[in-house]
């Protein structure tokens, strides 16, 4: 299985977005790590179910009995994503933020005031306050940072080893940085963490449209993502361990249930965002067995689908950064265009690989500046911030520009970003 042309073509088709924003103009959307664009699928899926499956759960007539199945589905495809046991290891929340508050707090419960939590450098501040704010509850003693090497934007795990101690109670890491794009080694950080007997914890929003996850391959106790991040809606789901669902203590309100994931989870769910994730999550399938006439069953099926998708997305996505790293023909590629400073991997890592997230600066434009003209000029949909990530801040910027490739990008939008930034370099040598 791979994208080639005309399998990109159909990929396209099931985003009806792809080409054009909606006052019909054409464009490049590069903006993917602020949010992706939507699958029609699980647009599909989540229309259908906000009109018949409207009622609250937990009675007798067709709305509602719709609506706990649509939720049921909803978790067991994220099960099937993530490899998790089954549909009651998926916690939902309103972002991950959320969720991963609501993590901490019910961590925080068990905690004296002496534990640390170690995390990496380049985390996004979802994975950063949570740990603030129990420290300054007195329920952790310390956050520590494992500081990822400034000129190769990569983090060694052993950096993260040097820091844990017998007071370390938690290991929280990103999936991938959401500025840099390099990847955590999450299989390596896990052993440090079951060695240390912590928790460990995996904020995968950024990295989970690039790589399949697997949270018993990683052996983490808890993995979060997005569907805004994964060709669906906003709402985040957590994988939790069982065992950690049944016994740790959530913040809740009496009468709320007392077991499984809906202990977890503030208030009445959504069902249309169940559905939209299980729509997301069926094209993903579709991608794996793109002749198949239905959606996979779910369960192995689906799982095995997911994984011929996501080698095929991965293959592709590999393609995009060789591309965008060194370049095509006459055109330079991000580490070589003059007065341009790429923050992060230069190169895509052997073992890791490398998320096609790209952020930098061009001598002679102000960020703001640049993704204007980019977007003026060239009709290229990038960003320009901080990222709520506490990587600019360590190279001493308030801000970056940042283009995000997803499978969906074609090697024209790789060259038509080469190429502009090329010649806004021109101008200004
Ligand atoms: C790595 C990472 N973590 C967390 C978040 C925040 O996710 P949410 O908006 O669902 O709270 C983002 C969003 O950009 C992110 O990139």
Not at 33 to 47: F, K, S
Not at 111 to 132: D, L
Not at 391 to 414: E, L, Q, S, W
């Amino acid at each position: 299985m791979r994208i080639d042309a005309r399998f990109l073509t159909k990929i396209r088709k099931e985003f009806p977005a792809v080409n054009k924003d909606p006052s019909g103009r054409k464009r490049a959307f590069l903006d993917n790590g602020a949010g992706t664009l939507v699958t029609r699928r699980a647009a599909d899926r989540e229309y259908e179910a906000r009109l018949d499956w409207s009622a609250n759960v937990g009675n007798v007539f067709p709305e509602s009995e719709g609506a706990g199945e649509t939720i049921l589905e909803g978790r067991t495809a994220v099960a099937d994503l993530l490899n998790a046991e089954g549909p009651n290891a998926i916690i939902s929340g309103e972002s991950a933020t959320s969720l991963m508050f609501n993590l901490s707090y019910a961590l925080g419960r068990d905690f004296e005031g002496s534990e640390n939590v170690v995390t990496t450098g380049y985390e996004h501040y979802t994975n950063i306050s949570p740990w603030v704010e129990l420290g300054s509850n007195g329920e952790i003693n310390e956050l520590r940072f494992a500081e990822f090497d400034t000129d190769s934007g990569k983090l060694d795990p052993v950096k993260i080893q040097e820091l844990v101690d017998r007071r370390t109670r938690v290991i929280t890491v990103t999936g991938a940085s959401n500025v840099l794009g390099t990847r955590t080694d999450l299989k390596e950080i896990g052993k440090i963490a079951r060695d240390a007997d912590a928790y460990f914890i995996v904020d995968a929003v950024h990295h989970a449209p690039h790589e399949l996850a697997d949270v018993h391959g990683i052996g983490c106790d808890f993995f979060v993502f997005s569907g805004y991040k994964l060709f669906s809606r906003h709402g985040s789901f957590m994988y939790a361990k069982p065992e950690h669902i049944r016994e740790l203590m959530p913040y809740k309100v009496l009468s709320s249930p007392e077991r499984g994931p809906e202990k977890w989870e503030c208030g009445t769910r959504d069902q249309a965002m169940f559905a939209a994730i299980t729509g997301a999550i069926d094209y993903l399938a579709w991608v794996g067995s793109p002749s198949a006439k239905r959606p996979p069953r779910p369960g192995s099926a689906r799982r095995s689908r997911l994984k011929t998708a996501f080698k095929a997305i991965g293959r592709y996505e590999q393609e995009l950064m060789e591309m965008a790293l060194n370049g095509k023909g006459k055109t330079p590629g991000l580490n070589d265009i003059p007065g341009l400073t790429l923050y992060g991997p230069r190169d895509i890592d052997k073992k890791t690989g490398r998320d096609p997230t790209f952020s930098f600066k061009l001598r002679g434009y102000s960020d703001r500046d640049l993704s204007a003209l980019l977007w003026k000029r060239h009709r290229l949909a990038v960003g320009a911030e901080d990222y709520y990530s506490r990587v600019p801040a360590i190279f001493k910027k308030k801000t970056m520009v940042r283009a995000t490739f997803v499978h969906y990008n074609t090697k024209g939008d790789v060259v038509t970003l080469l190429d502009a930034l090329d010649r806004l370099s021109r101008r200004k040598r």
